[in-house]
């Protein structure tokens, strides 16, 4: 699994390791110090966002493979394009690939 951390956390450690004042310490062992303690900051709570792209008809998410309508009256929702799946989250602002270029 992937970890996340925070990028103004990790810049105000390597900024405090560049701003030590203490001269007699050899740049490797600062770059030692800097990797222990990004290595044991607590990762961020977040997750990976996932793209996909909704098929015109298909109602089948290309990423979770559930349906769209799951649980809704697909006659009342037939034109429904929501930006995320809303079982799996993805966001689907992928470009079409025969039409990139
Ligand atoms: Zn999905």
Redesign the pocket.
Same mark, same amino acid.
């Given at each position: 699994m992937k970890e996340y951390i925070e990028r103004a956390a990790v810049e105000k450690i390597i900024e405090d390791g560049l701003n030590n004042p203490d001269k007699n310490k050899a740049f490797g062992h600062d770059a030692i110090e800097i990797m222990a303690e990004i290595h044991y900051m607590p990762a961020a709570d977040v997750a990976e966002v !996932?793209h *996909?792209r909704w098929e015109p008809g298909n109602p089948i #998410? %290309?990423? #979770? *493979?559930?349906n !769209?309508f799951k649980d809704l009256d697909a006659d009342v929702w037939a034109d429904w394009q929501p930006k995320f #799946? %809303?079982?799996? *989250?993805?966001r689907m602002d992928k470009e079409d690939e025969h039409e990139a270029g």
């Open positions: !996932k *996909g #998410c %290309p990423v #979770c *493979g559930e !769209k #799946c %809303p079982n799996c *989250g993805a």
